[in-house]
């Protein structure tokens, strides 16, 4: 068991919060912008061919990470200029995500000022 462990566990929420950040700071930038699509960022898991039983907690999976991909959302309302983004449904997105981000960074932040107190001899 590392130090770090529960900082490790957070790690991935926090990147794909911080990726899709961008996605939609994206979309907001190009509102105006004929013909674009509003684009989000999703999860992909490929799911195994062959499902292996595992009796151990070491035994090893043919389970692949998974990855993050940038997908054109076909939905919502398209304008004159052909262009799908509302701004105000943006915004809220925006919103959402940066509360999911600092709701991750306060448990890594967290576990990080436990470790720090627990070094410096003041556990509580």
Known sequence: MGLF???EEVKPFVDYAWKRHKVLLGN????????????DLVVEFEVPELVLKTTKEKH????????????????????????NVS???????L???KIAYEVY?????????TLNKVIKGRAE
């Open 95 to 97: 919103v959402k995500n």
């Open 5 to 7: 462990k529960s900082v």
């Open 105 to 113: 960074m306060r448990f890594a932040t967290g576990s990080l000022n």
């Open 28 to 39: 907001l930038a190009n509102a105006d912008t004929p013909n674009y699509r509003r684009r």
């Open 60 to 83: 090893i999976t043919n389970l692949t990470p998974p990855q993050l991909k940038v997908v054109e959302r076909k939905t919502g309302l398209v304008g004159n200029d052909l262009n």
């Open 87 to 93: 701004i105000e449904e943006e915004i809220s997105e």
